[in-house]
């Protein structure tokens, strides 16, 4: 009996870890030279994955040039080490285009409203996860926005601006990966509900984590240089056409170092 209830359980346990299927993005295409556009690849195995009810979207050791990756529900986008995520130029329009935002006023800046012309994008999901010890190279990346001296101006820049943005999202996860030149927002969550950012390492040259209108998130072990901007930050935006606070929301055991480090806590 003893034996038994072993086997079930490790079946319980291990099994549930093996039961959705591994997508190689190179089965889907993906050159990962750093020159061919692989973001249509990744893009490919994502929704074969999805229609397979999900899985790991796996990048092997390699360079991915790409533009938009739109992350779906029960996917974890896994980075091999050796792997990296570069963000395109913006002349080869790789990215997807902004949203509308419905004619509500904007009172916070385009890359607090827009959220597809991102690097990496989720709206809506579930179940979503980007792992593994590979890097996200935001060399593509603008890091300007449409605020002027403290004034929003409205509307999107017009380019890929953030290295991965979360909207209405519910479970995720970001865990040991290393985002270089993350753009305006190296990680911006907005609207988000229950999740984890551990052990991941940000050098960037704008914001490093944004928490905006989230409840129940978690910010674990990670590193954030940030010489020009926020570090890791909490804010209450109307982002989400509405106030809505954010709360329940842990930080512990992070290295921040940068500029404006008395904004780690803004907006509490």
Same mark, same amino acid.
């Given at each position: 009996?003893?034996?038994?209830l072993?086997?079930?359980?490790? !079946? *319980?346990?291990?099994? #549930?870890?093996? $039961?959705?299927?591994?997508?190689? =993005? /190179? &089965?889907? @295409?993906?050159?990962?030279?750093?020159? !061919? *556009?692989?973001?249509? #690849?990744i893009? $490919?195995?994502?929704?074969?994955? =999805? /229609? &397979?009810? @999900?899985?790991?979207?796996?990048?092997?050791?390699?360079?991915?040039?790409?533009?938009?990756i739109?992350?779906?529900?029960?996917?974890?986008?896994?980075?091999?080490?050796?792997?990296?995520?570069?963000?395109?130029?913006?002349?080869?329009?790789?990215?997807?285009?902004?949203?509308s935002?419905?004619?509500?006023?904007?009172?916070?800046?385009?890359?607090?409203?827009?959220?597809?012309?991102?690097?990496?994008?989720a709206?809506?999901q579930?179940?979503?996860?980007?792992?593994?010890?590979g890097?996200?190279?935001?060399?593509?990346?603008?890091?300007?926005?449409?605020?002027?001296?403290?004034?929003?101006q409205?509307?999107?820049?017009?380019?890929?601006?953030?290295?991965?943005?979360?909207?209405?999202?519910?479970?995720?996860?970001?865990?040991?990966?290393t985002?270089?030149?993350?753009?305006h927002?190296?990680?911006?969550?907005?609207?988000?509900?229950?999740?984890?950012?551990?052990?991941?390492?940000?050098?960037?040259?704008?914001?490093?984590?944004?928490?905006?209108?989230?409840?129940?998130?978690?910010?674990?072990?990670?590193k954030?240089?940030?010489?020009?901007?926020?570090?890791?930050v909490?804010?209450?935006?109307y982002?989400?056409?509405?106030?809505?606070?954010?709360?329940?929301?842990?930080?512990?055991?992070?290295?921040?170092?940068?500029?404006?480090?008395?904004?780690?806590?803004?907006?509490?």
């Amino acid at each position: 009996m003893k034996k038994q209830l072993t086997a079930l359980l490790f !079946t *319980l346990y291990f099994g #549930a870890a093996t $039961a959705m299927g591994i997508f190689n =993005v /190179r &089965d889907y @295409g993906a050159k990962g030279d750093g020159k !061919t *556009l692989d973001s249509p #690849a990744i893009n $490919a195995a994502i929704e074969a994955a =999805v /229609r &397979d009810g @999900g899985g790991q979207v796996l990048l092997p050791a390699g360079t991915y040039l790409s533009g938009s990756i739109r992350l779906k529900s029960n996917i974890d986008l896994h980075l091999s080490a050796g792997c990296t995520i570069l963000a395109a130029p913006a002349s080869m329009k790789a990215y997807d285009p902004s949203e509308s935002f419905g004619g509500f006023p904007e009172y916070q800046d385009g890359g607090h409203t827009y959220f597809h012309n991102s690097l990496i994008w989720a709206e809506g999901q579930t179940n979503v996860s980007i792992t593994g010890h590979g890097m996200i190279d935001g060399q593509g990346l603008t890091k300007k926005d449409t605020e002027k001296a403290g004034i929003v101006q409205g509307g999107s820049i017009g380019t890929g601006d953030k290295a991965i943005a979360l909207k209405l999202c519910r479970n995720i996860l970001i865990r040991d990966i290393t985002i270089f030149r993350g753009g305006h927002f190296a990680i911006i969550t907005t609207g988000c509900d229950r999740g984890t950012i551990d052990n991941v390492t940000i050098d960037t040259n704008r914001d490093g984590i944004d928490i905006d209108c989230c409840k129940y998130i978690t910010v674990t072990n990670t590193k954030v240089n940030t010489p020009s901007d926020d570090a890791i930050v909490l804010k209450s935006s109307y982002a989400l056409k509405q106030a809505v606070p954010c709360e329940h929301v842990l930080i512990t055991n992070c290295l921040v170092t940068g500029y404006k480090l008395g904004t780690f806590l803004d907006g509490t």
